[in-house]
């Protein structure tokens, strides 16, 4: 297995960097990356279950780089390893870099964590339908009016299932005028600076929905008790 990856294009560093630090506000823990045919995965998780009742969606946010071509590797790694490991090779990545005829930038894997459930889940890669769009507006709207609910119904030191629980509801409600979409889509996309002045385009496969914009994806898998026969 490949013990480091190579970003072709410079200035990626400093995306994945950004893309990285903007996931650990929300869920400071782990990245999974696949390498594969020049392209790297890097996914992270913003919402998903924490329990066989829990009904909170599975949310994932994903940004894709191109790499060398003979990187292959399926890790889950600290997102806080990676980001340090970044922020000794961003700095390769200057402002003239965009004219220049740049070599590309090593950034060295970290050690692989133990079993995290949410990496277990594998979005697939083909097969996605379109399916519509849907307006940046109102997944802000659910990700600012859900931060506001959240906030306002755990304001101190409630245990870690009620806030769970409180999360679950806020999350797992359907965004207005899009109601396949759970609001946690919108947090995620907000959260993670995904969301423009463009149309958001929506695609689905199988229990999965995808949200695409210039910025990134985001991967909702829908619980099987909301899936129809």
Do not use: C
Request: glycine share 12%.
């Amino acid at each position: 297995m490949s013990q480091s990856f190579t970003l072709v294009d410079p200035r990626a560093a400093v995306d994945l960097q950004t893309y990285l630090q903007r996931a650990a506000r929300v869920e400071d823990g782990s990245t999974r990356l696949i390498a594969d045919g020049g392209v790297l995965a890097a996914y992270t998780a913003i919402l998903y279950p924490r329990g066989m009742l829990d009904r909170t969606p599975t949310v994932l946010g994903l940004r894709t780089f191109a790499t060398a071509p003979d990187a292959a590797f399926d890790v889950v790694v600290p997102v806080r390893s990676l980001l340090d490991r970044l922020a000794r090779v961003a700095g390769q990545a200057g402002p003239s870099d965009a004219e220049a005829d740049t070599p590309g930038v090593e950034v060295r894997l970290p050690l692989e964590v133990g079993s995290v459930t949410w990496a277990g889940i594998s979005p697939p890669r083909g097969g996605w339908r379109s399916v519509g769009e849907v307006e940046p507006g109102a997944l802000e709207t659910a990700a600012r009016s859900g931060i506001d609910e959240v906030g306002e119904a755990v304001p101190g030191k409630l245990g870690e299932q009620l806030v769970q629980h409180v999360r679950s509801e806020v999350w797992g409600r359907g965004v207005e005028g899009a109601e396949f979409l759970p609001a946690g889509a919108g947090f995620a996309a907000f959260s993670l600076g995904f969301l423009g002045a463009e149309p958001v385009r929506v695609f689905e496969t199988g229990p999965w929905t995808r949200l695409t914009t210039d910025r990134g994806h985001i991967l909702v898998r829908r619980p099987n008790w909301t899936l129809k026969p």
